[in-house]
């Protein structure tokens, strides 16, 4: 059944849509990640303008982050203190990323901004999974155990001004870098429509040297409002986004999330992590293929007059 | 208007022989949220005062127009290794969509000077006063290139069928992408390459119904439709996972 979408003016098939959400949805439950940086690809390959496709994945993710922090806030493993300073940085980033995305836009280069965004971002990530998942296979073949890797007590960031305590996470840290990680976030979230969840959790672990139990709960938290912001500033200033392809999209991922988290219980964790880490250096070669190979077509139409 | 005020200078001093009586298949065109493009069918009748005075081949022309946007085209080029958008042209005036259906191969029922006059052919109908690149040619090109693959363009040199010089009809296919607005459908007849009479008449395109209500709100009110979406968002999430707790236990 096609469904013509009002904001991104397309017509596209509506159980397209609604698979493509709800496979999506299976992987992020199994995986236990937003989602939103496998999704936002997808949405360009089938043929949504790139700028309605990132402001519709940004209202995506914040159904889909609250239903998780939802859970979360039952088990108490959010930082609540924590997620607001990571927010603040958050809604910064978000509005600097907002900034930066407009003004290319104007240029016809956002394309091509989040195209690379994508491919440097999901090589970079897709990489170290792939070869962390591999070691952590062989060790535990060698061992029979995996080995964790040890956290630095001390480093460079506990010798900063403005230090705050987190009693939730047993931390007493500078502010300096939770608020730099929720900027980088933020800009993230604008430019790339995803919730950055795969950015955030290992620098709160590494970096900020967060307890893991709390580190999901307390980035869900931040991601649903630097969304729910970058939702509203998209809307308001670009009118992109389209609130059918998200409704579709949402209910396939809410259906899937739920299979998925079945499954992914099922399945061993490195292998599932590996499988993560070779679909996301597929979606990365498929954006790099398509910015190396001379285009089958060189010119492209936008809106005039410079909007 | 140009169009009109020089059709009208031409016809206004002889007393037309042959004269165009239209019908179309449906007034007006409304985008639903299942719009899958459409079809219009445009026919009509040609009306003589006497016999056929046989000067010249008779040709029906028929074009829609979509309502016109100025676009930006823009260029490709390798550089540093990928392909990036470099040269651009600002097209001025651009139909978003733009349907010729004739009954023989244009060139060979209009003359060039009436095509210049009237605007009918596609490259007529693009106007790009401003461009500073050398090549604005090719880019005026490849927007009709690229409209016409998404069927926004048509061409169709033998669309319109004739029947005893006197019935013509033509079904012009509208795809799904259509920008709404007001289409303006335009009837010429011609006898040996010049046009001896025409009607134009609008057909409206419109979104309907929740499309509509949408696309008004989105940009009308966008705060409030930012918030809509988001309050839309955090229902579907909260609902879903109070719609599994229940399940699972």
Redesign the interface.
């Known amino acids: 059944m096609q469904i013509y979408l009002p904001i991104a003016e397309v017509s596209v098939n509506a159980f397209l849509l609604l698979g493509l959400g709800g496979i999506v949805g299976v992987l992020s439950g199994m995986f236990g990640v937003g989602g939103g940086f496998l999704m936002t690809p997808l949405l360009f390959f089938i043929g949504i303008p790139p700028a309605v496709a990132v402001a519709t994945e940004a209202n995506q993710i914040v159904a889909s982050s609250f239903s998780g922090v939802l859970a979360h806030l039952k088990r108490k493993t959010v930082d609540l203190r924590m997620g607001t300073v990571l927010l603040i940085g958050g809604l910064v980033g978000s509005g600097f990323g907002i900034i930066l995305f407009n003004y290319l836009k104007a240029l016809g280069q956002v394309e091509l901004l989040v195209q690379l965004c994508y491919v440097v971002f999901l090589g970079m990530i897709g990489t170290l999974m792939f070869f962390e998942s591999l070691k952590a296979i062989r060790n535990a073949n060698k061992t029979g155990g995996v080995a964790v890797p040890k956290r630095r007590k001390h480093n460079w960031v506990h010798n900063l001004p403005f230090k705050m305590k987190f009693r939730v996470s047993g931390l007493y840290i500078s502010v300096i870098p939770p608020i730099l990680v929720g900027v980088l976030v933020g800009i993230l979230a604008a430019i790339m429509g995803v919730g950055g969840g795969f950015i955030m959790v290992p620098a709160m672990i590494y970096l900020l040297g967060m307890p893991t139990k709390v580190v999901v709960g307390t980035s869900l938290f931040q991601i649903i409002f630097v969304t729910a912001f970058t939702t509203m500033l998209h809307a308001t200033t670009n009118f992109t986004v389209d609130v059918v392809l998200a409704v579709l999209l949402l209910v396939g991922g809410v259906i899937g999330a739920q299979i998925g988290t079945r499954i992914g219980v099922k399945m061993k964790a490195e292998q599932l992590r590996i499988w993560l880490a070779i679909m996301v250096l597929a979606v990365c070669g498929k954006l790099a293929f398509d910015l190396l190979v001379m285009p089958s077509e060189l010119y492209s139409l936008g809106t005039g007059g410079h909007s | 208007m140009i169009r009109l005020i020089t059709l009208l200078m031409l016809l206004a001093v002889p007393a037309k022989a042959e004269e165009i009586v239209l019908g179309l298949s449906r007034d007006e065109v409304a ?7 459409s079809e219009i069918l445009i026919f009509g009748a040609i009306k003589r005062d006497g016999p056929v005075e046989a000067e010249g081949d008779l040709g029906v022309i028929v074009t829609i127009a979509g309502p016109d ?10 550089r540093f ?5 470099t040269e ?1 042209v ?3 005036v ?1 139909p978003t969509f733009y349907a010729v259906a004739t009954n023989r191969p244009l060139e060979e029922i209009l003359t060039f000077t009436e095509d210049l006059n009237t605007r009918i052919s596609t490259q007529r109908a693009i106007r790009s006063v401003g461009a500073t690149v050398e090549s604005a040619e090719s ?1 005026t090109q ?2 009709i ?3 016409a693959s998404q069927g926004l363009y048509q061409t169709i040199p033998e669309g319109v069928s004739v029947a005893e010089e006197a019935l013509f009809r033509t079904l012009i296919p509208l795809p ?2 259509l ?1 709404e607005g007001d289409y303006k459908a335009e009837i010429y007849l011609t006898r040996g390459r010049e046009i001896i009479d025409f009607y134009v008449t609008t057909i409206p395109v419109k ?1 309907v119904g ?2 509509r209500w ?2 008004n709100l ?2 009308d009110n ?2 409030l ?6 309050s ?3 229902a ?3 609902g ?2 109070a719609i ?1 707790t229940v399940l699972r236990r």
Not at chain 2, 31 to 37: H, L, P, R, S, V
Not at chain 2, 225 to 230: F, I
């Open positions: 985008i639903t949220a299942t719009f899958e493009g946007r100025p676009v930006t085209v823009r260029k490709k080029d390798r290794g990928i392909w990036v958008n651009s600002d097209v001025d651009a880019f490849a927007l290139r690229i409209r799904a992408n920008t979104k929740l499309e949408l696309y989105a940009h966008p705060f439709y930012g918030l809509m979406s988001l839309i968002a955090i579907a999430g909260w879903a996972s599994f």
